[in-house]
């Protein structure tokens, strides 16, 4: 089972990327998704959370109206767009799959993690 972020890179502020997020081993689709970050020195923080069937998501304060995030099921892969990138914003990201259909804000609620794709934003 393996979990692949994808999409990281150097943008400057304001830009925009688009990460993703690919499974393989097993089909996620029963499982909720969710994306992380952890800046340099700081702890892993929830930045967006996905269910099973894509109806509802969640968002960090620092995300809302800014980050969106998508799946694809028939593709066993999800998305993080984020728009309006500050530098605060830079951190390795990493993708998660969830014990359970409805993505927790927690790590612990997670069972399946990808490797990270770093985004450094520069002002």
């Known amino acids: 089972v393996q979990l692949q972020a994808s999409g990281g890179g150097l943008v400057q502020a304001g830009g925009s990327l688009r990460l993703s997020c690919a499974a393989s081993g097993r089909t996620f689709s029963n499982n909720g998704m969710g994306w992380f970050r952890q800046a340099p020195g700081k702890e892993r923080e929830f930045v967006a959370g996905i269910t099973w069937s894509g109806s509802n998501t969640y968002y960090a304060d620092s995300a809302k109206g800014r980050f969106t995030i998508s799946r694809d099921n028939a593709k066993n892969t999800m998305y993080l767009r984020m728009d309006s990138l500050k530098p605060e914003d830079t951190a390795v990201y990493y993708c998660?799959?969830?014990?359970?259909?409805?993505?927790?804000?927690?790590?612990?609620?997670?069972?399946?993690w990808g490797q990270g794709t770093l985004v450094t934003v520069s002002s």
């Open positions: 998660a799959a969830a014990r359970g259909s409805v993505p927790p804000s927690g790590l612990n609620g997670y069972r399946y």
